[in-house]
């Protein structure tokens, strides 16, 4: 079989190919390929070094035993010197490495945990983390042109690991193409063909040895070696009196320290799936080599040896050891030379014995599973089958009667014999999941054969990427259509995809006609005609709100909900036991888990919440409230079920409570749930709707649902935090939602934190390990929308930010909120150890309370007062309700649940379920009249006495908790630029300092968007802007300076924002925030001195390199810059956006001398290989993003000028820079007109090939 050498696309060059893998009996041929743009298979430089394998989540996490394995393919050693890993991570091989042929070195980010793990010894650290999502290795030699480069990712076509027991992946031949994720494997062994073992020697074997105590150095280990002159003799060779060594063929002399053997064999296999076994019988120490690398050692030890180098132990009667099995570095086919020297524990040993045996077996199999650094790949397979990739079906979501093609890219270099689409119909109301026997069941499998023929709905023959279509008969609404791909090569060698690593083990797609219309009343049967009254509730002219489908089982839905028609019982554990199907965004996650979610009140109210938990490889992608990807995906799917307990009067806010609370606690710099509503829906029948209106409640359709995010390391991504242990609080203890890399994992650092904040902690000691600032915030947003449930030790979690050492105390659970009679006293650890001397409001604590009052201050000024939250409850009323008269979401939702039969059976609470209770606490008894009772609610707060389940009674308002008369007075602020509010003249004034017990310390200013439906900017569809969301800041400033300048970089003309100012005093206390000065910016003046910063040079769509360096010619952009004036320009404020984004801030530059040039690069590494390290120099950092080869727009901004240039270049103006390898140059850099960028007129092509960046593009 033909196996290409590993390389990148090359297009019209010719290569001769060598290679052809045979195993045991391999033979040698040469193969030469014309590359064409889909063929890549060839290193560049003809290096043999590959990515062989890379661990990048390991388990536990705690284990930094993160590494990337070279493989050295060749017969021939490869100097590493100045080579060099980078991208994912950055490492710098030393001068003078060598990698033997046949030779692995490992790379590793801590290579003492490597060691300790894995016992190999690696090189490192590197610099950086190795993405457990996905991420991009190069190998990069000495003139940083690419010698190999890995993007892998986590799920098809690459492996699914990160779960227990923690595997690596691994390419299953170091001679096939590692670029393509169907080339490698979870290190899991058995994934090759087995061998069969081949004894090569046993303990007769004929050495040759020297004994004649001189030390021989190091050259008698080498392969050409003269070892003629020495004797030879057959095994055992020994001097030893024991019976039990045997058999002893020849005898050596005693007296010398170190006795050397050498023997040879040959090989005609397969080096790189070849192992060891061998068995040994030495007195006392040895170390064995082969070709001239050392592979084991016993009784000797570590470091260097020599002739006089004893042996670490003593052995009485020796005894044959092993089998032991190892890798076999340095194996190569035909001639392999085996040396052994044999050290005495003594000079006056009285006994010597040396002999063994040697069997070589398949690695793959003798090694077991993996990581496998160091060593040959435990997956290693010869003749391996198919590589299949790009995996997909069109349309990703189809309708009843339409044409679902189906395509596969696969290849193999003996050619692709079969590839088949195996297609399973899952019907609505017969749900099976994996782990029902029948889902294997090959009769529920379809079969159909894909083609490469360029007939049909293949698109073009031969290109690699086989097609079918599944009949447009299969398609009908609501069904689920799984399917695998199965691909075989002429030799017979198949495989199915998705691999078996995968624990999604199928590829889906949900076809689906769209939402229909829900009929029914609030109260089926009631004499009161408005309630008994059927309404046709038709979501496609509702408020567009996410469609959550769940396909599961009736059966699995009453038992996870303990609903009527339930017979096990009531769940409460944390695991996930039914199966089934979430389709979201057309996107299906098949074989999830899910159950109930909740505390005690889990089965209380009938319409419980639920908990859904995805396959790894296989994250849910959320979207917030407005459609937009979240940062982070997650790993568990929360639904809160948006109904109160009954018998806290307040059924019906329908979500309003958590997704406000949990907004404020987010807007207040409190790391809180992300939440928005999702229109629910389970197919568990046949039928989607009922016929008759008695049936109303028996549909797919669920309700209005809110999805809560979960407390994980998700969040933590989410909300830009490190990666640190978080523990979900409960019972006097935590119990870990995430593991911190760096973190104990046996709750010793939660132990230390509660211990000591119950003892009697200082002020230091709570500045050292508490966030006192972040608590401050959360207390305060607690307070104000009266969060008791989080007393008794419950619903909050702890987090330690792993960079600070700083705990953190994070919410959780906020329905039972925003109303006084709510359950909970508040009382979380902190209030009385930080705020109070007690939990009753007395006894303040300073200077923490304070502090605490200053930011109660500053969030009642700027968040928690009427304008704002009301804004922010309207925003979320116009999500799930009409602006105006007609049935809603929210209607629809009481219709389901408020007289729904399960309400009221034996499987709930009856005071926390009951029927009939949706709007009782409301005026109007709708969902508005809600609304309207958590605005009321926002007033109460500020000035009537709070009262708190059990205690304290008779609490303080918020503002009385706020209230210091010693504060300064409250600053008043005016404007006093130029009319019309330009950007660049946004000038505004205070007045004088006023206070009563101190003096002036500081005063800070500050700006905000907010959203005014009267500027010109107002978007009615995008999300709403809150004051305390700040744009631009002062800092404090220790100067009193009555005037401020807003910097023009943080306004846009057209948008609302609000200006104001606070002050402190000489005793830490602040001010209220001024009230604020609201103004519509206009556009700039532009009278003030331009930045003198010229964009000089672009290299939009550079050419391929002339000759093979790896990289793609998109690498190899670039943006130059120019210094244009007489002064030193400060580029700290300088950003680029629009096509590209760069913040010089972040940047190695950030100053530039008159006439001086400063790039931005596409790759810094490409960009050296091309252009060399000298140019490197001028280069302040790497972009994010690509300029469009066919035009786009450059903007460049300073934070103090503005917009300095925004235009577009055009593909169209030059075609010499269009891909043939010039740039466009800038005519007159020097230009004071901006707005002639845009025009070809200002641009020429440059006078060189690759352009001219760094310098002046001069002939």
């Not at 063929?39 to 390991?58: A, F, L, R, T």
């Not at 020796?318 to 040396?339: D, E, I, Q």
């Not at 949900?510 to 229909?516: E, L, R």
């Amino acid at each position: 079989m033909i196996l290409l050498i590993k390389g990148v696309d090359v297009v019209g060059y010719t290569y001769a190919l060598e290679d052809l893998l045979g195993f045991y009996g391999g033979v040698m041929a040469v193969a030469v390929l014309i590359l064409i743009g889909w063929i890549s298979s060839v290193v560049v430089g003809d290096s043999p070094v590959v990515i062989n394998e890379i661990h990048y989540d390991p388990v536990p996490k705690t284990e930094h035993v993160e590494f990337i394995e070279l493989f050295n393919g060749s017969d021939h050693e490869v100097d590493l010197s100045g080579w060099s890993i980078v991208e994912g991570v950055y490492y710098q091989f030393p001068q003078g490495l060598r990698l033997a042929p046949g030779g692995y070195l490992v790379v590793a980010g801590e290579p003492e945990a490597v060691k300790a793990r894995f016992g190999i010894n690696a090189l490192g650290p590197w610099a950086g983390r190795l993405s457990n999502e996905g991420d991009t290795v190069i190998l990069l030699d000495q003139a940083k042109r690419v010698v190999d480069r890995v993007s892998y990712k986590l799920g098809f076509p690459w492996p699914t690991v990160g779960d227990p027991p923690g595997y690596s992946i691994e390419l299953i031949n170091p001679r096939l193409d590692n670029a393509l994720g169907g080339n490698w494997r979870a290190s899991m062994a058995g994934a090759g063909t087995a061998r069969q073992p081949v004894q090569v020697f046993d303990l007769t074997n004929t050495w040759r040895y020297n004994q004649e105590g001189v030390d021989l150095g190091q050259a008698w280990r080498q392969v050409d070696y003269d070892d003629g002159s020495w004797p030879s003799g057959a095994g055992l060779l020994c001097v030893e009196d024991a019976a039990s060594v045997e058999p002893k063929n020849t005898r050596l002399t005693i007296g010398r320290i170190t006795y050397y053997f050498r023997t040879s064999f040959e090989f005609t296999g397969d080096p790189v799936r070849t192992a060891l076994q061998f068995s040994l019988m030495v007195d006392d120490g040895a170390v064995l080599y082969l070709n001239g690398q050392e592979f084991y050692r016993i009784r000797m030890p570590d470091g260097p040896v020599s002739y006089n180098t004893l042996a670490s132990a003593s052995v009485g009667d020796a005894s044959l050891a092993g089998p032991l099995t190892v890798s076999a570095p340095g194996l190569v086919k035909g001639r392999n030379v085996l040396a052994v020297e044999v050290h005495q524990s003594s000079a006056n040993s009285s006994d010597i014995v040396f002999g063994m045996t040697l069997t070589l077996v398949d690695a793959a199999v003798a090694l077991g599973n993996g990581p496998t650094p160091g060593r040959a790949n435990c997956v290693l397979a010869g003749d391996a089958p198919p590589c299949i990739w790009d995996v997909a079906h069109d349309p990703l979501q189809p309708i009843t009667g339409q044409e679902v093609v189906i395509t596969a890219t696969v290849r193999d270099p003996n050619g692709v014999g079969l590839v088949e689409l195996l297609y399973q119909v899952v019907e609505p109301g017969n749900y099976l999941s994996k782990a029902d026997p029948e889902f294997e069941d090959p009769k529920r499998w379809n079969r159909l054969f894909m083609s490469d023929d360029g007939l049909g709905s293949d698109r073009l023959k031969a290109d690699g990427v086989y097609t079918v279509a599944i009949p447009s008969a299969v398609q009908i609404h609501r069904r689920l259509i799984r399917y695998r791909i199965r691909a075989a090569d002429g030799n017979g060698n198949s495989i199915t995809v998705p691999y078996q690593d995968d624990p999604q083990p199928n590829f889906a797609y949900f076809v689906y006609d769209g939402v229909p219309p829900w009929i029914g009343a609030i109260q089926p049967g009631s004499s009161d005609r408005n309630r008994s009254a059927l309404v046709l509730y038709d979501f496609e002219t509702m408020p567009a709100l996410p469609v959550y489908h769940l396909i599961t089982t009736r059966k699995a839905h009453e038992e996870s909900q303990y609903i009527p028609n339930s017979t096990a019982g009531q769940y409460w554990g944390q695991d996930y036991p039914w199966y089934g199907t979430l389709v979201y965004d057309g996107v299906v996650y098949d074989h999830i888990r899910f159950r109930a979610r909740g505390g005690v009140w889990r089965y209380s109210m009938g319409k419980n919440m639920w908990k859904f938990d995805f396959n790894r490889g296989h994250d849910f992608e959320a979207r917030d409230e407005y459609g937009r990807p979240l940062k982070a995906t997650w790993k568990k799917l929360n639904l809160g079920a948006n109904i109160q307990q009954g018998d806290y009067g307040h059924r019906g806010e329908q979500g309003l409570f958590e997704y406000v609370g949990f907004r404020l606690y987010n807007l207040a710099g409190c790391p809180a749930s992300i939440t928005f509503p999702v229109h629910f829906r389970i197919i568990e029948n046949p039928s989607e709707t009922n016929d008759t209106p008695s049936n109303q409640y028996d549909d797919d359709f669920q309700g209005l649902y809110l999805a809560v995010e979960q407390l994980d390391g998700r969040f933590l991504d989410q909300h830009g935090l490190p990666d640190g242990n978080l523990y979900k609080m409960e019972g006097g203890t935590g119990e870990l939602n995430n593991q911190g890399r760096d973190d104990p994992s046996n709750k010793s650092d939660l132990n230390a934190f509660m211990s000591g904040y119950s003892s009697n902690s200082t002020e230091q000691w709570w500045r050292n390990n508490f966030d006192l600032e972040g608590y401050y915030s959360f207390r305060a947003i607690t307070e104000a929308i009266h969060n008791g449930d989080i007393g008794y030790g419950k619903n909050y979690f702890y987090y330690r930010n792993p960079t600070t050492g700083k705990w953190s105390i994070f919410p959780w659970d906020l329905d039972l909120t925003w109303a006084e009679t709510m359950y909970g006293n508040g009382n979380e650890p902190f209030k009385a150890r930080v705020l109070y001397s007690n939990k009753n409001y007395t006894g303040p604590r300073q200077p923490y309370y304070t502090e605490y009052q200053a930011r109660l201050r500053e969030i009642m000024d700027l968040l928690f007062n009427s304008e704002q939250v009301d804004q922010l409850i309207e925003e979320y009323c116009a999500l799930v309700d009409r602006p105006n008269p007609g049935a809603s979401m929210v209607d629809a939702d009481r219709a389901m649940w408020d007289y729904n039969p399960i309400l009221a059976s034996s499987y709930v609470n009856p005071s926390k379920a009951g029927q009939g209770r949706f709007y009782q606490a409301a005026a109007t008894k709708d969902f508005r009249g809600m609304a309207q009772k958590m605005k009321d609610y926002v007033k109460y707060v500020y000035d009537n006495r709070r009262n708190w389940w059990n205690d304290p009674p008779n609490g303080p308002s918020l503002t009385e908790v706020e209230l210091d008369l010693a504060i300064p007075d409250t600053p008043v602020v005016s404007y006093v630029g130029p009319s019309g509010y330009p950007i660049d003249h946004l000038v505004f004034k205070t007045s004088p300092y006023s206070g009563y017990i101190g003096q002036f310390a500081a005063m800070q200013w500050r700006i905000a968007e907010v959203t005014d439906p009267a500027a010109p900017a107002y978007d009615p569809a995008a999300p709403r802007r809150y004051e305390i969301e700040t744009l631009w800041t002062s800092g404090r400033l220790t100067t009193f300076n009555q005037q401020v300048q807003i910097p023009a970089g943080v306004v846009e003309p057209g948008h609302a924002y609000r200006v104001r100012c606070r002050v402190q005093d000489s005793t830490g206390r602040w001010s209220h925030w001024s009230d604020p000065v609201q103004f519509v910016a206009g556009p700039a003046l532009g009278d003030g001195p331009r930045l003198c910063l010229a964009l000089s040079e672009i290299m939009y769509h550079p050419a391929a390199s002339v000759q093979p360096d790896g990289w793609d010619e998109d690498d190899f952009e670039f943006l130059e810059f120019v210094n244009t004036g007489l002064q030193r320009l400060d580029l700290s404020t300088v950003k680029i956006t629009g096509a590209v984004e760069f913040d010089f801030a972040n940047g190695s530059i950030k100053y530039l001398d008159p006439g001086q040039y400063v790039l931005v690069v596409a790759n810094p590494w490409a960009f050296e290989c091309r252009y060399g390290s000298a140019v490197v120099q001028r280069v302040a950092g790497r972009y994010d993003g690509r300029l469009s080869n066919g035009g786009e727009c450059i903007e460049v901004r300073d934070l103090y000028k503005g917009l300095v240039m925004a235009f577009a270049y055009d593909d169209d103006w030059y075609k010499q820079a269009d891909g043939v390898g010039h740039s466009l140059v800038l005519v007159d850099p020097g230009s004071t007109d901006p707005t002639r960028l845009g025009q070809k007129v200002s641009w020429r092509t440059s006078y060189y090939w690759g352009g001219s960046p760094g310098k002046a593009d001069t002939k």
